[in-house]
């Protein structure tokens, strides 16, 4: 069992920037893949980011590339989303999200931290 704890979140200006951070327990960190989703208010939760168990690859959703950038201290136990540019869209509550294989769903997330990014 992985138990996940984000923070971070808050409220921001348009074009300001917060850093959510996800600690992992549990299981071995290195050993997760470990990715970011997050889920507007009547809209589906979407992917944002993902990162693989050293860190050396990571994938974006277009919505966010060149604004976001996710990181990992496996020494932590930790998982990072620096948010830059933030603009009013980016407003949801975001989710932290674990799994053990590159394939199959995430089995493991974390309660969630609202980031509200005002215009």
């Known amino acids: 069992q992985v138990q996940l704890v984000e923070s971070g979140g808050g409220l921001v200006q348009a074009g300001g920037s917060l850093r959510l951070s996800c600690a992992a327990s549990?299981?071995?960190?290195?050993?997760?893949?470990m990715a970011w989703f997050r889920q507007a208010p009547g809209k589906e939760r979407e992917s944002v980011v993902r990162i693989s168990w050293g860190g050396g690859s990571t994938y974006y959703a277009d919505s966010v590339k060149g604004r976001f950038t996710t990181s990992r201290d496996n020494a932590k136990n930790t998982v990072y989303l620096q948010m830059n540019s933030l603009k009013p869209e980016d407003t949801a509550v975001y989710y932290c999200?674990?799994?053990?294989?590159?394939?199959?769903?995430?089995?493991?997330w974390g309660q969630g931290t609202q980031v509200t990014v005002s215009s």
């Open positions: 999200a674990a799994k053990e294989s590159i394939a199959g769903k995430y089995d493991y």
């Open positions: 549990g299981r071995t960190f290195s050993s997760l893949v």
